[in-house]
């Protein structure tokens, strides 16, 4: 009994070992079933997107459609936008001939300035007057003012009616121009007014000027002063030269004193040495007096000569100084008549290039581009909004494509787990029955 109840028990658990490993071979089985389910590739993935390409290509089509409908809804708004520029030679006036000027645009500090001109509440609530239907604040918050790197400025507007939106854009720049003109207008006048009054003055001046050199030199002979100075510069030569012999005289005379009385002591020497005899000394020593006496007479008239012609000469030296005190007052009258007709000059010649600004003013504020009507609208931009709409419906259709494969896939994997298991039970259940593991 024991013997053949042992060898039960030893066949039930060969058989019990067999079928575990009989259930380790299934299980690997399954598994590799459940990993090939779960598994997927990029060609996996063209496959799902090739097969449900309707499904994508129906989304991205209503998509397109919902965006061009929706866009058709909506209230379009339409832009337009001028171009003009100061020129420099309005702002600024140059000298010269109206022909010669270059009518640049002004500096960019200056166009930034009017720019803001552009969107002050005076030229907003100038513009509404004209424009019906817009008040200052809706113009002010459609409309926007550029300046260009070459201080040009441009003036865009926007209105969901095209034709208003060019309205608004040429009411702008025709109140700017009327305002700058007539800002520039009443500048150039005040302008002309002072530099005409400053003309008269400087004119005044010249006249009164002219008026005293005239008195001055009717009153002082100026008319023969040349010729006047032509004599007096003949006399002083006549004086020098008779100056030069007055004292070449007294030189002479002075010489001749000075011989004489050398003698005359030479006649002493040679008395009181007994050189000379008494006679021969009274005789000469007389007639050296009386030469002496002549030579003495002879300097003092050449002295006095000196003096004459000295005194003469000086009479000459103030008529001369009288004159050319006379010719520098003249001259320094002709030089003040001359920097006066120079500033005359200066003054026309600002006066006439205010004057051409003055004409042109019609023409302050040079438009480089006119507004033109507005055909299409800036918003909304239908074809970008169903061309958006149409990758995003597809980029949906994408995304839905897969999440329908992801849950067809967890799907299928949960079919493979629910067999796996049933089979697992069955198989387990057979097994136990056929070891006899349930009797």
């Known amino acids: 009994m024991s013997t053949h109840g042992d060898d039960r028990r030893a066949g039930g658990d060969r058989r019990a070992g067999d079928w575990v490993a009989d259930r380790r071979g299934m299980l690997q ?117 550029a300046v260009s790197s070459s201080a040009a400025i441009r003036v865009y507007a926007r209105d969901h009616d095209p034709a208003m939106a060019l309205r608004i854009v040429q009411e702008l720049i025709q109140a700017f121009q009327a305002f700058h003109r007539d800002a520039a207008t009443r500048d150039l006048d005040a302008t002309l007014a002072a530099v005409g009054e400053q003309l008269g003055q400087l004119e005044r001046d010249r006249e009164a000027l002219r008026a005293e050199r005239l008195a001055f030199a009717a009153e002082n002979d100026i008319g023969s002063l040349n010729i006047a100075l032509q004599e007096i510069e003949a006399r002083r030569a006549q004086h020098e030269a008779a100056l030069r012999a007055a004292e070449l005289d007294l030189a002479v005379a002075r010489e001749r004193v000075a011989a004489t009385r050398d003698q005359l002591d030479q006649i002493d020497t040679g008395v009181r040495r007994g050189q000379v005899s008494s006679a021969l000394a ?20 050449a002295s006095t000569q000196l003096e004459t012609v000295r005194g003469a ?8 100084q009288a004159l050319q005190r006379q010719r520098a007052h003249i001259e320094d009258l002709d030089e003040r008549i001359a920097l006066l007709t120079r500033s005359i000059t200066a003054a026309n010649d600002r006066l006439t290039g205010l004057r051409a600004a003055r004409r042109q003013l019609p023409e302050a504020v040079l438009v480089t581009s006119e507004p033109a009507l507005p055909t299409a609208p800036i918003y909304p931009l239908k074809l970008l909004n169903v061309a958006v709409a149409v990758v995003g419906g597809l980029v949906v259709g994408i995304l839905y494509a897969l999440l329908l494969d992801y849950i067809a896939r967890r799907q299928r994997i949960g079919r493979v787990e629910r067999l796996r298991r049933e089979e697992w039970a069955r198989h387990l259940m057979r097994d136990l029955a056929d070891g006899g593991l349930l009797r």
């Open 29 to 145: 089985r399954m598994e590799a079933v459940y990993l090939e389910a779960d598994a997927i590739s990029l060609a996996d993935y063209w496959r799902m997107l090739y097969t449900r390409r309707w499904l994508i290509l129906f989304l991205a089509v209503c998509s397109g459609a919902a965006a061009s409908w929706f866009s058709d809804r909506i209230t379009p708004r339409y832009e337009t936008s001028g171009e003009f520029y100061i020129p420099t030679d309005v702002a600024t006036p140059i000298p010269g001939p109206e022909g010669g000027r270059l009518r640049l645009p002004g500096p960019p500090d200056l166009a930034q300035l009017y720019s803001g001109l552009l969107q002050s509440g005076a030229t907003l609530q100038a513009v509404a007057a004209k424009v019906a239907g817009r008040s200052p604040a809706e113009i002010g918050n459609n409309i926007d003012v």
């Open 282 to 301: 009274d005789s000469l020593y007389r007639e050296l007096r009386g030469e002496l006496a002549r030579a003495e007479v002879a300097q003092r008239i």
């Open 313 to 320: 000469g000086g009479g000459l030296s103030d008529e001369v």
